[in-house]
Each structure stands twice: as structure tokens, then as C-alpha cells.
């Protein structure tokens, strides 16, 4: 009977071994704003189909910021309290590091490279901030696929002008003829996941 045990104990921490080498040989990423499985992909000289099964994704388009990714080896996945977005119609999404909604008032958006500034007030400046930060963190130069810029637009949309200005002006237009309104758009991505 002590032998039997004995050898059961070996066993047990013997196979502790081998689990916690084999974490430790494993690459894993951290998710950052902007990130994509695809790019992370060609950053580690992997495939987005390893990746996928190496962390048992379901959707590949919907990842969260400070989600570890593991790139070569075992499948281990910490979630966050981060949103994510899938890919969809019109608009994709990437991931955002911000889970908190704006103050109701007047947002200026400002990008340094054109100097380039926006105004809008109350619920609906509120609203067009929050889809920023979810869309793309507040960035002009934010890309996922075709999809481009501070609100995530498609580059057909931009017809290849992706100034600041141009960003603002298209996402205005969009807004105005699909929602009526940024508060409106809001509530949409609020309840699907995307504008």
C-alpha cells in the first residue's frame, strides 16, 4: 500500500513538472489596444489558426485587451472586464483599453500631426467620444483590415484620404444618415457590439 502511494505521488508530481515546464516554454502575448490575431500572428511567425486553437477562440475577431494569448504552446486564456468587438457589416472593431463611458459635455478632438479640432456637445459628444475609445482608443492612425482611423472607418468610405479631418467629417455623415444621431449610434453599438 506505501508503495502504491509512493509511486502515485511520483506520478502526480511528476506530471506537476511537466505541466509547469511546459507553461513556462510557451510564448504568450498580452493584448494591447489596436491588436489583432492577425497581427499577432505576423509578429510572432505564427498563423492565426494556431493561435485559434492554441487558445480555444471561437471568434478570432473578438479578443480583449489584457487577454494573454498564448502563440506557441499550451492553451491558457485570461479574460478581462475590457470590451471587444466582432466584425461586422459596415464597421469593424479592435480592441479598447477603456471600459468607462465619458461625462456628458463638450469633447474637443484634437490630433497632433494636423492639429485638426472637432466640437460637439452634450449626449451626443458624450456618445461620439465613448465610440471612439471603444473603436479604436481615441486614434486617427488606428487600422484593422480596411477599416481605419479614430471611429473604425471603411477605407472605401475615406476614399483615401485619412486626415483627421476628412475621419471626422465621414464619421459625421455616417452617423447622421444611418442613426440620425452619435447618442443614437451609441445605443446601437451598445447593443450589438458595433456603429
Same mark, same amino acid.
Do not use: L
Given at each position: 500500500m506505501k508503495i502504491k502511494s509512493l509511486l502515485l505521488s511520483t506520478v502526480a508530481a511528476a506530471g506537476l513538472f511537466v505541466f509547469s515546464a511546459a507553461a513556462v516554454n510557451a510564448d504568450t502575448v498580452t493584448v494591447k489596444a489596436g491588436d489583432t490575431v492577425s497581427?499577432?500572428?505576423? +509578429?510572432n511567425?505564427?498563423?492565426i489558426s494556431a493561435i485559434e486553437s492554441a487558445n480555444s477562440l471561437a471568434n478570432v475577431n473578438l479578443i480583449y485587451v489584457g487577454q494573454q494569448l498564448e502563440v506557441n504552446g499550451s492553451t491558457?486564456? +485570461?479574460s478581462s472586464n475590457n470590451q471587444a468587438t466582432t466584425t461586422t457589416a459596415t464597421t469593424t472593431s479592435q480592441a479598447t483599453t477603456a471600459n468607462t463611458t465619458p461625462a456628458a459635455a463638450t469633447t474637443t478632438t484634437t490630433n497632433n500631426a494636423s492639429n485638426y479640432s472637432a466640437t460637439t456637445s452634450g449626449s451626443d459628444g458624450s456618445a461620439k467620444a465613448w465610440i471612439a475609445n471603444k473603436e479604436s482608443g481615441g486614434?486617427?492612425?488606428?487600422?484593422?483590415?480596411q477599416?481605419?482611423?479614430?471611429?473604425q472607418l471603411s477605407s472605401s468610405y475615406l476614399n483615401g484620404d485619412y486626415s483627421a479631418a476628412n475621419q471626422e467629417r465621414v464619421a459625421n455623415n455616417y452617423v447622421s444618415s444611418r442613426y440620425g444621431s452619435w447618442s443614437a449610434a451609441q445605443a446601437h453599438w451598445q447593443a450589438n457590439g458595433w456603429y
Open positions: 497581427s499577432i500572428a505576423n +509578429a511567425n505564427t498563423t491558457t486564456q +485570461a486614434s486617427y492612425s488606428a487600422r484593422n483590415g477599416y481605419i482611423g479614430k471611429y
